[in-house]
């Protein structure tokens, strides 16, 4: 039985510029452990990735790459004995920033060879895709869009796409309906919660745990120039007297007009409606001793 297989997004982030073979092999030199190192292919397939995870029976499937890889992986070993590991190597990487993974690959690695599992709960949307981290409507997916099509990376890509945005921003009117509450918000952004911060460090959820079978619905009622850079130059705990939260196990938001929505990093496009039901400990993640999920 194969111990671990790296799944590497090759287009994710730092991937471009690190020779992931090398970092891997080089840490399990000395090590009695089998591995394999699988590349993403240009124009792959979930398929693809379900039957080299099927050929190889791996303990452990490691994904090397960003939130959008992370997720990718979570969704295909949910509900099975086969636990997640991270190798942060995305722009942004939200959930090895959540479970206080290092960014440096040695230390990374390290984390994955001790093994330490933890159950995580999932959320899944419109039925059928599971968010590790967090989903939103409304700015940051508009933000997000921005970002994907635009050419700049690192914080001055984000800091251009932040001005673009905001010069067209405009709050959406939404009716948020929980398992014993509805709403009706004027809002920047809807946020589905099931983390605390995102890539930036940015802290939208103080309460978020990844195993309390619960998520957020985090509501943005006002949001200023200065709250969305400090997202990317000064990160920290968005002012609550400018957000309203809301814990749920189960939420559908609809929206008057279609809006922009993403999950966990990746752009979906603009909808009219997103529903989203917690999925208690259904993921085996690997994670530092040390860390509380």
Known sequence: ??????????????????????VINEFFFDKNQNFKIYHLPKDFTLTQIKDHINTYQPK?????????????????VANTNIALGILP????????KELEISETPSEALKIIAEAHLRKCDLIKINGNKYSLHLSDIGLNA?????FDEGKL????????????????????QAIIKTNDQEVRRNAFMVVIAN????????????????SDGMFEVIIVRRLAIGSLLKMIL????FNPKKI?????TSVEVTMINKTHFQIDGEYQGRVRKVSAKICPGILNIIVPVSTPV
């Not at 452990?60 to 890889?69: E, K, L, R, S």
């Not at 190597?89 to 090895?96: I, K, P, W, Y």
């Open 1 to 22: 039985m194969l111990s671990y297989l790296f799944v590497v997004n090759s287009s994710s982030g730092t991937n471009q510029s690190t020779n992931w073979d090398n």
């Open 60 to 76: 452990y499937v490691i994904a090397v790459g960003g939130d959008g890889t992370v997720t990718m992986l979570a969704n295909i």
């Open 89 to 96: 190597a995305g722009s942004a990487n939200g959930m090895a």
């Open 142 to 146: 508009h933000l997000i869009k921005h």
């Open 153 to 172: 990376r690192g914080q001055l890509g984000y800091a251009l796409v932040i001005l673009k945005t905001l010069w067209h921003k405009e709050k959406m």
């Open 195 to 210: 983390a605390s911060k995102y890539g930036t460090g940015a802290v939208i959820n103080p309460e978020g745990s990844l």
């Open 234 to 237: 000064k990160p920290g705990i």
């Open 244 to 248: 309203e939260i809301i814990p749920s």
